[in-house]
């Protein structure tokens, strides 16, 4: 096992200011390996942990494109989206969704300090075998990172819920209107926008670093490759009526709102939203390891079967205190499950269920309810019983293995 730790390109924030940042040919890993785990958190220029009633940490992803030889580097600050270009091409997941939605092999937000990600034996997430890469092109590695700096603003869950008012935005970052009911989400807090602080409070700036610690091993025989797959509690897929009964097209919205159980803000701890969407798989495979991704009021996800029982569940872990890791009303880690190998096969046109569950007492903006998998197309041949037989030939002793 090989380990290491690298560092993005530095992200200056000020207080209320927000960075959403995208640092292509990022440090890597080279060579044919296979990932056994990705994690990272917010690091200070000192290289201490930052803790998220400072910066929230929205989300970082860690996303695979392929670049032509030769190319001129991406400007850190344009999307994915240019990745379209003939130049460079998408090397994103086995996911449903399509426009490269949800395309990441990694990420998380503020959960990543206390979220297991490790890729159980004899499997690993394979990369930089020289078979798949298209002609003229060389594998690199882009990360997108979103964190929102909270100190002195006038109301932190309103800030990292990316409320519009607190950002007294009304346009995207295309400078596109926003429509009348569109109270928060991504399109309110993007590069460069200001949440309202509090009067007289004096914005400090600061540098940020995603540092993000990568294990690995060389790729060989012994390894066995797995996929990964995203699910989007927001996918609009509905299934075709036409005799195929088959429908690719899979829009998925990423980010909802969630309204308050009570419009007069009486509310108890029963008020529940609960939004469930099915889907049917399109490919087989084994479940190895799966965990879901939720906002703060976050209270757990879950994939079924179409009969109702659980494969895999995922709930949220809130800090309770002030240091780093632990914080106060924070989701500060989300389990994860580890399914015994053979025994968790999704079949091909399988419809599998995810349901997403936030507490609705107060209104929640620019919530998301994803759920990602890890599915190995083989499973390890069993061992042979170790049944050891003493033998006698020719004044020889052997020790057959039968």
Same mark, same amino acid.
């Given at each position: 096992?090989?380990?290491?730790?690298?560092?993005?390109?530095?992200?200056?924030?000020?207080?209320?200011?927000?960075?959403?940042?995208?640092?292509?040919?990022?440090?890597?890993?080279?060579?044919?390996?296979?990932?056994?785990?990705?994690?990272?958190?917010?690091?200070?220029?000192?290289?201490?942990?930052?803790?998220? /009633?400072?910066?929230?940490?929205?989300?970082?992803?860690?996303?695979?494109?392929?670049?032509?030889?030769?190319?001129?580097?991406?400007?850190?600050?344009?999307?994915?989206?240019?990745?379209?270009?003939?130049?460079?091409?998408?090397?994103?997941?086995?996911?449903?969704?399509?426009?490269?939605?949800?395309?990441?092999?990694?990420?998380?937000?503020?959960?990543?300090?206390?979220?297991?990600?490790?890729?159980?034996?004899?499997?690993?997430?394979?990369?930089?075998?020289?078979?798949?890469?298209?002609?003229?092109?060389?594998?690199?590695?882009?990360?997108?990172?979103?964190?929102?700096?909270?100190?002195?603003?006038?109301?932190?869950?309103?800030?990292?819920?990316?409320?519009?008012?607190?950002?007294?935005?009304?346009?995207?970052?295309?400078?596109?209107?926003?429509?009348?009911? /569109?109270?928060?989400?991504?399109?309110?807090?993007?590069?460069?926008?200001?949440?309202?602080?509090?009067?007289?409070?004096?914005?400090?700036?600061?540098?940020?670093?995603?540092?993000?610690?990568?294990?690995?091993?060389?790729?060989? *025989?012994?390894?066995?490759?797995?996929?990964?797959?995203?699910?989007?509690?927001?996918?609009?897929?509905?299934?075709?009526?036409?005799?195929?009964?088959?429908?690719?097209?899979?829009?998925?919205?990423?980010?909802?709102?969630?309204?308050?159980?009570?419009?007069?803000?009486?509310?108890?701890?029963?008020?529940?939203?609960?939004?469930?969407?099915?889907?049917?798989?399109?490919?087989?495979?084994?479940?190895?390891?799966?965990?879901?991704?939720?906002?703060?009021?976050? *209270?757990?996800?879950?994939?079924?079967?179409?009969?109702?029982?659980?494969?895999?569940?995922?709930?949220?872990?809130?800090?309770?205190?002030?240091?780093?890791?632990?914080?106060?009303?924070?989701?500060?880690?989300?389990?994860?499950?580890?399914?015994?190998?053979?025994?968790?096969?999704?079949?091909?046109?399988?419809?599998?269920?995810?349901?997403?569950?936030?507490?609705?007492?107060?209104?929640?903006?620019?919530?998301?309810?994803?759920?990602?998998?890890?599915?190995?197309?083989?499973?390890?041949?069993?061992?042979?019983?170790?049944?050891?037989?003493?033998?006698?030939?020719?004044?020889?002793?052997?020790?057959?293995?039968?």
């Amino acid at each position: 096992m090989k380990t290491a730790d690298f560092l993005t390109p530095k992200i200056v924030l000020g207080s209320g200011s927000v960075a959403n940042r995208y640092f292509y040919n990022v440090d890597f890993p080279r060579g044919h390996i296979a990932l056994k785990s990705l994690n990272a958190e917010l690091v200070d220029g000192g290289g201490n942990p930052v803790p998220l /009633y400072e910066t929230y940490l929205h989300h970082w992803v860690v996303i695979k494109y392929y670049a032509r030889i030769g190319a001129g580097e991406i400007s850190e600050l344009v999307d994915n989206l240019s990745l379209n270009s003939s130049d460079y091409i998408s090397g994103r997941n086995d996911g449903i969704c399509q426009d490269d939605v949800n395309g990441q092999f990694f990420g998380s937000g503020s959960e990543t300090r206390k979220t297991e990600t490790r890729v159980p034996d004899p499997y690993g997430i394979e990369f930089g075998n020289p078979a798949d890469l298209p002609s003229g092109f060389e594998e690199k590695w882009l990360i997108n990172v979103h964190a929102i700096d909270t100190r002195g603003v006038v109301d932190k869950l309103g800030c990292t819920e990316c409320r519009c008012d607190l950002y007294n935005v009304t346009k995207d970052e295309h400078g596109r209107p926003l429509s009348a009911d /569109y109270n928060g989400g991504f399109s309110c807090c993007y590069e460069g926008t200001q949440c309202r602080l509090k009067q007289g409070y004096e914005s400090i700036k600061r540098n940020v670093y995603l540092k993000y610690t990568v294990k690995w091993v060389d790729m060989d *025989t012994s390894i066995l490759p797995v996929r990964i797959y995203i699910f989007d509690i927001t996918d609009l897929w509905k299934r075709t009526s036409d005799s195929t009964g088959i429908n690719f097209e899979h829009d998925c919205k990423v980010e909802y709102e969630i309204e308050p159980c009570n419009a007069t803000g009486w509310a108890h701890e029963g008020c529940i939203d609960t939004k469930r969407v099915s889907l049917d798989m399109p490919f087989s495979g084994y479940l190895l390891y799966g965990y879901g991704h939720q906002h703060a009021g976050g *209270t757990g996800s879950a994939l079924y079967r179409e009969d109702g029982r659980v494969m895999c569940s995922s709930k949220p872990i809130y800090g309770k205190g002030e240091e780093v890791g632990n914080e106060a009303g924070y989701i500060v880690g989300i389990s994860s499950c580890y399914p015994k190998p053979g025994t968790m096969k999704i079949s091909k046109g399988e419809t599998l269920i995810l349901e997403s569950n936030y507490s609705n007492i107060r209104r929640h903006t620019g919530v998301m309810g994803l759920f990602s998998i890890f599915v190995a197309d083989q499973l390890p041949k069993p061992m042979p019983d170790l049944d050891i037989v003493a033998q006698k030939q020719e004044g020889v002793s052997f020790l057959s293995m039968v």
